[in-house]
């Protein structure tokens, strides 16, 4: 960043140069049909001034972009992230559940042997 801006300082020193040569030659001169380098050149550097700012400007605003995507790409991923681990649990308790019950029909005695084990326990 700081070559970006000493090369747009000398750009501006270039130009103000080349507008002061070229104004003091259109003042002597009379008009010209064609444009002669000085002019070329003074054109030439505004473009490129006119093109690096432009650039710099469209860089910042991509980059902003690319910040708030990321952020909100960020935060999506977490939510989704929590609400898989909060179904995780869920089914993890419901598993421990079932198999808590399933244990405790097996040692239960003699009315759990009457009573499959495959029989589901609903806890609702």
Do not use: C, Y
């Amino acid at each position: 960043m700081h070559t970006l801006s000493k090369t747009l300082v000398a750009l501006s020193f270039t130009l103000l140069l080349a507008g002061q040569a070229s104004a003091h030659d259109t003042a002597d001169a009379p008009i010209k049909s064609n444009p002669g380098p000085v002019d070329k050149l003074a054109n030439a550097i505004k473009r490129g001034a006119s093109a690096a700012a432009n650039g710099i400007e469209r860089g910042a605003r991509a980059a902003a972009s690319g910040v708030e995507r990321g952020t909100k790409a960020a935060a999506k991923g977490i939510e989704r992230g929590a609400e898989a681990t909060a179904r995780g649990v869920e089914r993890g308790a419901t598993a421990t559940g079932k198999a808590a019950n399933r244990v405790a029909d097996k040692i239960g005695g003699s009315e759990s042997d009457k009573t499959p084990a495959s029989v589901p326990v609903t806890d609702k």
